[in-house]
């Protein structure tokens, strides 16, 4: 078929409503050409329509598309997770770790979420950057310290006693006020009064998720003792 042949059929299908994909699957020439051949194609209001649906139908397409491919990206992480969990659980720190995740680390629930925990204990927070950092293998730069205290705490003693406890330069501390209630009745105030320290680990969607597994994988494997 030569190019005036194939400019016609271009055309020809162009005004029964289709889109530029469809004709591109008959009409073997570059986009530029076909765009250019057809800029001046009248369209009917029912011919404009069907076109717009057949595009949001192409796009529902490859929005499932990626969807199901993320929920199995998602998936395998999970699985391989829960088939090391036999293994794994015969260490303490280990299973320590994960359970304590469990109780006190951020979830992926609606939208993908980093490793994050926050607490008020300085243990809690020892014991999951040493668990972290054997077995999820981060490293400190990827480690990020926030302070969510109330203004009427002291603010520069609650800065040395993390960043000492913790053994991490005060620079690197962000520091969020919390919002004051006058109704609330308040414990945590005084002398022991040090906030709540966040630790987000930087780039670690895929690492919150074989925590996921683990956790599933730990169930798994404890229940025949529940």
Do not use: C
Not at 19 to 29: D, H, R
Not at 65 to 88: C, F, M, S
């Amino acid at each position: 078929m030569n190019k005036f042949d194939l400019k016609k059929k271009a055309i020809e299908l162009r005004k029964r409503g289709q889109t530029y994909s469809e004709i591109l699957g008959q009409v073997p020439v570059a986009k530029s050409t076909l765009s250019l051949w057809l800029r001046e194609v009248g369209l009917s209001v029912h011919q404009k329509q069907r076109i717009t649906e057949k595009k949001i139908a192409a796009r529902l397409r490859a929005i499932h598309v990626i969807r199901n491919n993320k929920i199995k990206r998602v998936e395998d992480i999970k699985y391989g997770a829960r088939l090391e969990v036999p293994k794994l659980a015969k260490d303490p720190f280990w299973l320590t770790g994960v359970i304590l995740y469990w109780g006190e680390g951020s979830k992926e629930r609606k939208a993908p979420s980093s490793v994050q925990i926050a607490n008020m204990d300085l243990n809690i927070h020892k014991i999951f950057i040493g668990w972290a950092r054997k077995y999820l293998e981060i490293l400190d730069t990827q480690l990020s310290y926030a302070l969510y205290i109330h203004p009427t705490g002291d603010v520069e003693l609650a800065k040395k006693y993390w960043s000492d406890g913790l053994n991490f330069e005060v620079k690197r501390l962000k520091i969020y006020y919390k919002r004051h209630n006058p109704k609330t009745n308040r414990k945590n105030i005084g002398t022991n009064y040090y906030g709540v320290l966040k630790i987000t680990v930087l780039g670690s969607i895929p690492l919150n998720r074989k925590i996921a597994g683990w956790i599933e994988g730990v169930v798994l494997y404890l229940s025949p003792l529940m």
